[in-house]
């Protein structure tokens, strides 16, 4: 359980849903996390939940703002020392509706803090630390990058740039630093609702594990692909989707 010990990672998006239930992990690991997020008074909650300043920080921002995203691995390196770990959690989906109907602005909007918001934060996690001392780099993907996604269909492209964007990566960040995503199904979390809500008992029913996921379920994913135990693992996409999709559903 303390695979992690003396390890810091930066979690975006991480003031509720699967990005505080991936830092509530690392810290039960033995790491210390910077959450980012846009509200503060959630942050704050959520480091309080951690277990405070001792293991955890924040800083509040927009996770497409760059200059956030120094302000951010400036603070986590000068507060804890190092930055071993980056998780680009931060997703957007402000909009539903079919792709070719989206504003160009919104389409832009979502492509900037799905991927090259991704593409940032891994650039400056390479620049401040981990091109010298190496590291390892998870972005949270979806299984809408993985085929038609009707009525997210824009999102769906995000996620599908995402999952490209991860084996570019690997593929130019190696030895040193290891980059892979994962792809979840729907979790229940506040940003899924509109996906299940009022409905869940008859979602879960196309699923082979006949439940949602939980953020747990994809924590524990993030943490492996972290951790040494994943050490010959990059450039790689891990579906956590209790099933869905292996009957060519999403």
């Not at 942050?43 to 927009?62: I, Q, R, T």
């Not at 703002?65 to 691995?73: N, P, S």
């Not at 940003?191 to 949602?212: H, I, N, Q, W």
Request: proline share 4%.
């Amino acid at each position: 359980m303390n695979s992690f010990k003396d390890r810091v990672a930066i979690v975006t998006g991480a003031s509720r849903g699967i990005g505080l239930g991936i830092a509530k992990t690392l810290v039960e690991r033995g790491a210390k996390v910077c959450l980012t997020a846009r509200k503060p008074e959630a942050l704050e909650e959520a480091v309080s939940s951690l277990g405070g300043p001792d293991v955890a920080m924040f800083v509040a921002g927009k996770a497409d703002d760059t200059d956030h995203q120094d302000e951010t691995v400036a603070k986590t390196i000068e507060t804890f020392g190092r930055l071993d770990y980056l998780v680009n959690n931060t997703g957007i989906n402000p909009v539903y509706g079919p792709a070719l109907d989206i504003d160009p602005a919104a389409a832009a909007k979502i492509l900037g803090v799905n991927v090259l918001a991704p593409l940032g934060w891994t650039k400056r996690a390479r620049d401040a630390w981990m091109g010298e001392h190496g590291g390892a780099v998870v972005n949270v993907a979806s299984v809408a990058g993985l085929g038609a996604s009707p009525g997210i269909g824009m999102y769906g492209v995000s996620k599908a740039a995402l999952i490209r964007l991860t084996v570019e990566l690997g593929a130019e960040l190696g030895p040193k630093i290891r980059v892979n995503a994962v792809a979840p199904a729907v979790v229940k979390t506040k940003f899924a609702t509109a996906l299940y809500e009022g409905r869940e008992e008859e979602v879960a029913s196309a699923y082979p594990m006949k439940r949602l996921g939980v953020p747990s379920d994809i924590a524990g994913a993030v943490a492996f692909l972290l951790s040494d135990d994943a050490g010959w693992i990059t450039g790689q996409t891990v579906v956590l989707d209790g099933g869905v999709t292996l009957g060519g559903g999403l």
